[in-house]
């Protein structure tokens, strides 16, 4: 069978294209190859550079969080000596004050609030106005009785005393070792000292205040 010149011109144009289209493949192809023989070791490269740089940076916060832990068992143990010393609990950074006033104070507070009494010395008498409720702290004698509530007045020596002796008794009890705090306003010297001699070996003074006879 003879082809027409057309036909073998047809031939071999498709032949040439065929041999195109294979030697892209090829190339394509062959590209490929190379591109995934030279990438493979420079990503392997890149990830081990990578992990190194993470290694590193990890151990220095390693380092970091042992120094921080370090620091914080040293304050730890600050706080802990400070609320010992103190006899009340850290628990918060509110807490501070409560135990830096204690330990200016010398006792810790009994109560909270721990302000017991309001007094008033004036013409060489005093009184005591009791400005909590605290039936611990209520005696009962025979002659008398006196009831700790918030608003009650004690002006007579001999329940003042009492009531000054329980407040006492009550603070050096080894399970409160505590002061409780009063209020004094007082009109002269003379007043002042006498409440000062009544109850300063009970309680500490908050607030003192002169005012007019």
Do not use: W
């Not at 025979?142 to 608003?151: A, L, N, P, Y």
Request: net charge neutral.
């Amino acid at each position: 069978m003879r082809l027409s010149p057309r036909d073998s011109d047809h031939f071999v144009v498709g032949m040439s294209l065929a041999e195109i289209f294979l030697l892209l493949v090829f190339t394509i192809l062959l590209v490929a190859a190379h591109k995934e023989n030279t990438d493979g070791p420079i990503e392997v490269e890149r990830l081990r550079r990578e992990n190194a740089k993470l290694s590193a940076e990890n151990a220095v916060l390693r380092g970091k969080v042992n120094e921080l832990s370090q620091v914080l068992d040293r304050k730890n143990a600050i706080i802990d000596v400070l609320a010992s010393m103190a006899g009340v609990p850290i628990d918060s950074a509110g807490d501070v004050p409560n135990a830096i006033n204690a330990l200016r104070r010398g006792a810790k507070a009994c109560t909270k609030p721990n302000t017991l009494i309001a007094a008033r010395a004036s013409g060489r008498h005093l009184t005591l106005r009791l400005l909590v409720d605290l039936p611990e702290l209520d005696v009962r004698a025979s002659e008398f009785t006196v009831v700790v509530r918030e608003g009650k007045t004690l002006s007579d020596p001999v329940s003042t005393n009492a009531f000054l002796l329980s407040v006492r008794h009550y603070g050096s009890e080894s399970n409160h070792n505590c002061r409780f705090d009063y209020r004094l306003e007082f009109a002269t010297s003379e007043d002042y000292l006498l409440a000062r001699d009544s109850l300063e070996r009970f309680m500490y003074p908050e607030r003192i205040v002169r005012v007019e006879p």
